[in-house]
């Protein structure tokens, strides 16, 4: 469809996707996208809209556009108690935005008229004709959602002035100092997540409004403490306020957002809890100094979700602090940055993981292997394989460690076989493990295999012993 036809459809659909997008907190290209294409259908014409049966008009017409595209609009309109709006093509941008951010807020009960608001805004060329006895649809709680959408947001988009948006940035700041002595988090979270949503919106109204969003930027700032960022991230899981909301405004503060999250993180002992925590964290992509700094506290636990979330948040660069980890006394944190290293996936995860092999501990040493078998495949360091085949005591372990090291291109993979089949060989292995190196070696490097069958031909292990000459025998046939 033409967004720009005359009856007004175009509008009503770039208002009413505007109005979705603000009150379902969409990303900041897709409301820059709706925006424009208000801006741009608002020129055309002076139009009026009114909501009649549940259907949208333009100028009593039916609008041609679908019904479902402008739906958001209708109940925009039904949720305030409006009967008609009235577009003037002389509309600036902002009285755009600012009365698609009134409509998308929740209603707030009969005595909060929004044409009233709007005239006090400041919204000159945009107005509403209210019904005469407004009956609301919501509760004034409304819900989660709704009430994520507060008025602060249209009030700082009305300062018309850097000096009045200062002044009414002084009112939040009181108001936030209020909350604080009184403990609410829940209105803390709200009052810096409208800030936020006030700094994206200017945002959207392009250069000409880069004074007021920098007035927002620095009122946020402000109002951010690590008191505040503390309460905050106790909401995650609130009822009260939706987990998305928490995260913005913690992902706005940086790594302090982070911060706040980690410090609850430790402190939590809930199962549940720290998973959600866990999780935040690693959404938010935050707090990599931090975490570094964490690897030497002095509790093991704290060492090991450092390492946990550095990994799962696949953070660069941290290979070499990672590395460290690895000579913890503690086998879990060990465990942990095995697992790190493994999603971190780099060619320094993989060298550390290799010098994993060593472990003290089978449950390190079987986890690095196979981590770096999936990583490795078969380029897998054929040298810290056969070392750690040596150290390693499970046969069906060493079988798979053999498996890994005759599939393995590196050069070092025949030197490390012959090595293992020889009697100078460090570990205790038993004749099936014996048996499978020798017929390894035989198909990798016959050459190299004669002189330790002859060897292996007078074991005294006669399961050994036979199967050597058998091994023999096939070799001077085929050499024959």
Known sequence: MDLSTPDGSGLAVAFATLVHQLSTKQDQDALRGAFVSVCENA???????????????????ALMADAALVQPLVEAMHRHGVSAIHVESLAAPKELLLVANLLSEASTGPDARIDLRAHELGCWHVGFKVHSERHGTLSEEGSLSERAVRPNVSAALACATVDDAYIFSDRLI?????????????????LLFDVLRAERHCALLGDASDDLRAVWTATFDQLVSTTTLDLVAQLLQSTDIARDEVLEVLQRAGDAGAGALI???????????????????????????????SLSHPMWYVVRNAASLLGAMKTPGV?????????HLDERV?????TAFSRIGTPAACAALATALKDRSATV???????????????????????????????????EMLRALVSSTSPDAVPRLVKLCSPSAR???????????????????????MPLLRMAAEDRDLVVQIRARELMAKLVAATA
């Open 427 to 449: 570990g205790t292995f038993s004749s099936d493990l014996r048996i499978a190196m020798l017929e390894a070696l035989v198909r990798l490097r016959p050459s190299a295999a």
């Open 334 to 338: 060990r465990l942990a940055a095995t």
């Open 263 to 293: 410090g609850r993180l430790i402190a939590e002992t809930g199962r549940l809890e720290r998973r959600a925590l866990f999780d935040a964290i690693v959404e938010m992509q935050l707090g990599t100094a931090l975490l570094l700094r």
């Open 43 to 61: 020129n055309h014409v002076d139009v009026v809209f009114t909501e009649v049966g549940g259907a949208l008009c333009a100028d009593d017409q």
């Open 174 to 190: 009181e108001q936030m100092q209020l909350y604080l002595s009184e403990g609410d988090a829940v209105n803390m979270a709200y």
């Open 365 to 399: 040493r079987h986890r690095a292997f196979r981590n770096l078998r999936k990583l490795s495949g078969k380029h897998i360091n054929a040298a810290a394989v056969g070392d750690a085949l040596e150290l390693e005591r499970n046969d069906d372990m060493q079988h």
């Open 319 to 327: 290979e070499a602090a990672l590395a460290q980890v690895l000579n």
